[in-house]
């Protein structure tokens, strides 16, 4: 069973960002290998029912990685120091 994008990313909350460097790592990792199945092995390799199937895995390791994406770039500054320059432009428009 997966579990939802939220609660994927709750387990990060209070994960140094070399945390999520590294889970952002894993997830390319494992959709890279999941993408040479669709297009080189799919064929090549006895068929064995999987759950959740390659195609849900897939699916959901994109939204994982949308949404630690989002996290990582929420707490960018904690690794570079410096503000976010169109986050602050938000925070600007919000005041007027």
């Not at 590294?22 to 999941?34: F, G, N, P, W």
Request: proline share 5%; with cysteine; charged share 30%.
């Amino acid at each position: 069973m997966m579990i939802s994008p939220e609660s994927y990313i709750a387990q990060f909350e209070d994960a140094p960002y070399s945390e999520l460097i590294r889970a952002r790592a894993e997830l390319v990792a494992e959709l890279a290998e999941l993408e040479s199945y669709f297009e080189l092995g799919q064929q090549e390799e006895p068929y064995i029912a999987v759950s959740p199937s390659e195609d849900t895995r897939y699916k959901m390791g994109l939204e994982y990685l949308a949404a630690l994406i989002g996290l990582m770039v929420e707490r960018a500054p904690e690794l570079t120091g410096e503000g976010c320059a169109a986050c602050e432009d938000d925070d600007e428009e919000k005041d007027d």
